[in-house]
C-alpha cells in the first residue's frame, strides 16, 4: 500500500509561481509512474502532468504546457510541480496520483492506483 500526500498549495496572483510537492510513503518502489492531476469546482479530474522513472519521460496537458514542470526524486520517493505564469483558470484542487509498477509515463486517471488528498490552489485577478 502506497500513502500520497500533497502540500505547497495555496492562494498567489496571477503570473506569479508554486511549487508543488507529493510525498510517497508505504510499500513504494523507485519507478513508479507518477502523475499530477487538478479539479475545479464542477468539473471533473483531469490529468496535467506526468512523469515515469526518468525525468525525460514526461507529459503535459495543452493547457499548462509550457509553464509547468513535473520532476521526481526517486531518492526521496517525491515528485514535484513547478507551477509558472499561473492563471486564475488554474485554480483548482490539485492531486498527485501514483502507479505501483509502471516505469513509463502514464496518461489517464483510471491508469492510477493511488491518490492523494489533494492540495487546493487559488488564483487571485
Known amino acids: 500500500q502506497v500513502q500520497l500526500e500533497e502540500s505547497g498549495g495555496g492562494l498567489v496572483q496571477a503570473g506569479g509561481s508554486l511549487r508543488l510537492s507529493c510525498a510517497a510513503s508505504?510499500?513504494?518502489?523507485?519507478?513508479?509512474?507518477m502523475g499530477w492531476f487538478r479539479q475545479a469546482p464542477g468539473k471533473e479530474r483531469q490529468q496535467i502532468a506526468g512523469i515515469g522513472w526518468n525525468d525525460y519521460d514526461s507529459w503535459y496537458s495543452d493547457s499548462v504546457k509550457g509553464r509547468f514542470t513535473i520532476s521526481r526524486d526517486n531518492y526521496k520517493n517525491a515528485v514535484y510541480l513547478q507551477m509558472n505564469s499561473l492563471k486564475p483558470d488554474d485554480t483548482a484542487v490539485y492531486y498527485c496520483?501514483?502507479?505501483?509498477?509502471?516505469?513509463?509515463?502514464?496518461?489517464?486517471?483510471?491508469?492510477?492506483?493511488?491518490w492523494g488528498p489533494g492540495t487546493q490552489v487559488i488564483v487571485s485577478s
Open positions: 496520483a501514483a502507479h505501483s509498477s509502471s516505469r513509463t509515463v502514464l496518461v489517464g486517471r483510471q491508469l492510477y492506483d493511488y
Open positions: 508505504g510499500r513504494t518502489g523507485s519507478r513508479y509512474a
